[in-house]
């Protein structure tokens, strides 16, 4: 089984890459959790790394919603949640560690301002200088 395998088995709601309910509304490159239909879309032709990461970040927003976090009252809350768990959540595979930490570095200032916000906050935190110092280590 692979690590993207065991970690849709971890999901708490349905995880399919055919797009279904609000994602036929909305251009969506790569992955979506739907709260009114329970499942987390995530696009079939990314690279299985890739598929982890954007799987950790909507796993996170389900379990939010799942478990009324307190993030779930602010959208800025919510990204900083969930892009905090695909960080660590990454951790120990080294290629989805890799992607995430690029996309991170890659996407500020591209994305929607409030992810924007969200990252550039994570960005300052001992938890991001330990993953880039993580990746420095050798295998």
């Known amino acids: 089984m692979t690590k993207l395998q065991k970690l849709i088995k971890e999901c708490p709601c349905r995880v399919s890459d055919k797009a279904e309910g609000l ?14 239909a329970n499942y ?15 799987l950790a970040h909507e796993r996170q927003h389900a379990i939010c919603t799942k478990t009324r ?7 800025y809350w919510q990204e900083y949640h969930a892009f905090r768990s695909e960080l660590l959540t990454c951790f ?14 890659t996407s500020r200032g591209q994305d929607f301002p409030v992810h924007t916000k969200a ?7 001992k ?8 990746l420095k280590e050798k295998p």
């Open 127 to 134: 938890l991001w200088k330990t993953a880039l110092l993580k």
């Open 92 to 105: 120990n595979y080294p290629d989805g560690l890799r992607w995430t930490v690029k996309h991170f570095q």
């Open 23 to 36: 994602a036929y509304f909305f251009d969506l490159p790569a992955g979506f959790y739907d709260p009114s």
């Open 69 to 75: 976090c307190f993030c779930t009252k602010s959208e």
């Open 119 to 125: 990252l550039n906050r994570l960005m300052k935190t």
């Open 40 to 54: 987390i879309f995530i696009a079939p032709d990314f690279p299985e790394p890739q598929r982890f990461s954007m």
